[in-house]
């Protein structure tokens, strides 16, 4: 079961392209999204900082990226629970068992990875700085991330004052997510 839901908070933004796009996500008669899975992957790295930067200079409504949970509990952009196919890397390390330190000195793939793609001269990026960029570049962001991370990334998102302009992709039951945000007074 795929769920995708947002939480809310009253946004100020007159007429930026987070706030049209984020009404337009929740009316039911609204438009056709335009959604970069990952950013502009094509010349930067797969959730990098640089590819949400590329794909907000585009006319696109929205940056879908992918959030895990590294061993240190830090939030950070990255598809796999591996690093085989992003990172520089010449041993094969679980992102789920690897401190953030760990991983940030290691630097990223270029595009989408894999052993012919050239090194960038980029690092993992935290989910706090994903949303600091979206901010600066007035694009909303889709976060895909495990059903068990959803209570700290919504934490993350009040802390960053960033409820209104991001989506959370989850999958898992109903019950679960519910539970997971019995706490929060605005889904």
Do not use: H
Request: aromatic share 4%; hydrophobic share 40%; charged share 30%.
């Amino acid at each position: 079961l795929l769920s995708l839901f947002t939480l809310t908070a009253g946004a100020d933004e007159a007429d930026s392209r987070i706030k049209k796009s984020t009404e337009s996500f929740l009316d039911p008669a609204g438009e056709i999204l335009g959604v970069s899975s990952k950013g502009e992957w094509g010349e930067y790295p797969e959730n990098s900082i640089p590819a949400i930067i590329e794909a907000a200079k585009t006319d696109i409504d929205f940056v879908a990226v992918d959030v895990k949970r590294a061993y240190c509990g830090s939030l950070i952009l990255f598809s796999d629970s591996t690093t085989e196919r992003m990172l520089d890397s010449q041993d094969i390390l679980t992102v789920a068992d690897t401190d953030y330190s760990v991983l940030s000195a290691y630097k990223l793939k270029k595009g989408c990875g894999g052993s012919n793609e050239e090194i960038s001269e980029e690092s993992i990026p935290l989910l706090s700085e994903a949303i600091k960029t979206a901010k600066e570049n007035d694009i909303p962001l889709i976060l895909r991330c495990a059903v068990s991370d959803i209570g700290e990334v919504s934490l993350l998102l009040e802390k960053e004052d960033a409820l209104s302009m991001c989506i959370i992709l989850t999958d898992g039951k109903v019950s679960e997510i519910e539970e997971i945000l019995k706490d929060i007074d605005n889904k």
